[in-house]
């Protein structure tokens, strides 16, 4: 007899219903009602519902945290959930936005989510991003160089990620699906299949969720490019840049935002260059943009 009802983690969510991992199955899923918002990498309980042809989500698990994007309104608009690592990608080509790295790391420092980053493309050679790489590397930001077409560095990748739930952000055209290709090729063109079934033609941005291993999941997030911060903390960009908030301490302002304050250490560490002046420019950015959002 099949199951009239269980729980699951949600692959993707096609905004009139959702994808779940079952026990071995995959079904979709409807809302329950119009507000219901559901995410990937939510768990949630379904069962079949006698009004609805089919199975129906009845309850999410509370969250262990919420990954949101701004859209181009300025509105927060939830990506993923439970997601314990941000992983970066980046690559030779197209020429990375550095500021764009930046932000995303700022906005997974501001959530406690652990950081990495991944050069991708490395049979294209990786020199013209060298100088900028060892900056991250000297921040103590995990950096594995990949090449997702030739499998290069893909098992070390692997193991990296092999506890929790990854999210892939970067440009598009960097290589993060063919990331996931590389490392769950099966998983990935089923879950492929069954969302575009679902989705149709016009979704391109779904957040989808693959399951990598008995405790691992990778999350590929296209066009994420920022998060909305916490509330709590939109006055507070610093906290996400490591060597600024490491030099605030000095600043004669308790309160100081680093920008054009008096006695402000954190301006005079870029000038003795203990801080790039690219980072210390992200940061102003990311500063002004918060700014904006509390307004
Ligand atoms: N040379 C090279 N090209 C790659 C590699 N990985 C992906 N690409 C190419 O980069 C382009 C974008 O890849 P895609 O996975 O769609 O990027 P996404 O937009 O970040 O998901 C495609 O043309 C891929 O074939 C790689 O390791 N080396
Ligand atoms: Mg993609
Ligand atoms: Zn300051």
């Known amino acids: 007899m099949k199951d009239t009802n269980g729980s699951g983690i949600v692959l993707a969510s096609y905004g009139r219903g959702v994808l779940v991992q079952a026990d071995g199955t995959t079904l979709h899923c ?30 999410v698990e509370p969250r262990r945290n919420l990954i949101e994007r701004i859209d181009a309104r300025g509105r927060a608009e939830p990506v993923a959930a439970n997601i314990d690592r941000l992983a970066i990608v980046v690559a030779v080509e197209p020429a990375p936005d550095w500021f764009l790295v930046d ?15 991944i050069v991708n493309k490395q049979d294209l050679g990786t020199d013209a991003i060298a100088s900028q ?9 995990a950096c594995l160089e990949v090449a997702s077409h030739t499998g290069a560095g893909i098992e070390d ?26 490392l769950v090729p099966e998983v990935a063109a089923q879950t492929a299949e069954l969302t ?26 296209p066009g994420v490019r920022d998060f909305a911060p916490p509330a709590s903390l939109v006055r507070a960009a610093e906290r996400g840049f490591i060597e600024i908030h490491a030099q605030s301490v000095n600043c004669r302002f308790k309160d100081c935002h680093h920008m054009e304050e008096p006695g402000c250490a954190v301006r005079t560490a870029v000038i003795n260059q203990l801080i790039t002046a ?18």
């Open 133 to 141: 790489i060892a900056v991250y590397r000297g921040l103590r930001l």
């Open 30 to 59: 409807a809302l329950k009602g119009r507000n219901q918002r559901i995410v990937c990498g939510d768990r949630v309980a379904w069962a079949m519902a006698p009004s609805a042809d089919g199975p129906c989500i009845q309850s």
């Open 157 to 182: 990748l692997r193991t990296e990620l092999a506890d929790g739930a990854t999210l892939l952000v970067g440009q598009s055209g960097v290589g993060k699906s063919s990331i996931v290709n590389a």
């Open 103 to 117: 932000r995303y790391w700022a906005g997974a420092q501001l959530k406690d989510i652990a950081t990495a980053l």
């Open 196 to 221: 575009r079934e679902a989705e149709g033609r016009h979704t391109t941005t779904t957040a989808r969720w693959y399951r990598l291993g008995p405790a691992s999941a990778i999350v590929d997030a």
């Open 278 to 295: 690219r980072r210390y420019e992200s940061y102003r950015r990311l500063h002004r943009l918060y700014e904006k959002l509390a307004r």
